[in-house]
């Protein structure tokens, strides 16, 4: 069975930058897509970045661009989610997510496999 476990969540100011990380156990993210999603309380999930394993192609919401980076270590079979000068806004619970094949579906509904989601707050 296919788990995956985020990192790297925390309190940071506004301005500040944190980095999250992904893992998966079970099986490796070799030729998948892998997503970071993110939900503000009453508010809906919402797409951030995904890469797609095979050619680390990346995708990024326009609230995010230039600000956040998504990358993989492929030795590792881990994917991180850089993310720059944040806003109190992209205060979430931030969830990794991933699919097999090549993906570039950017609802939660596309993807199979979820985290438990990891908390960034940012405050101002």
């Known amino acids: 069975q296919v788990q995956l476990l985020e990192s790297g969540g925390g309190l940071v100011q506004a301005g500040g930058s944190l980095k999250l990380a992904c893992t998966a156990s079970g099986r490796t993210f070799s030729g998948a897509t892998v997503g970071w999603f993110r939900q503000a309380p009453g508010k809906e999930r919402e797409f951030v970045a995904s890469?797609?394993?095979?050619?680390?192609?990346?995708y990024y919401a326009d609230s995010v661009k230039g600000r956040f980076t998504i990358s993989r270590d492929n030795a590792k079979n881990m994917v991180y989610l850089q993310m720059k000068d944040l806003k109190p806004e992209d205060t979430a619970v931030y969830y990794c997510?991933?699919?097999?094949?090549?993906?570039?579906?950017?609802?939660?509904?596309?993807?199979?496999?979820w985290g438990q989601g990891t908390q960034v707050t940012v405050s101002s």
């Open positions: 890469i797609r394993w095979i050619a680390a192609t990346t």
């Open positions: 997510a991933a699919v097999s094949g090549v993906s570039w579906n950017v609802k939660p509904s596309g993807y199979d496999y």
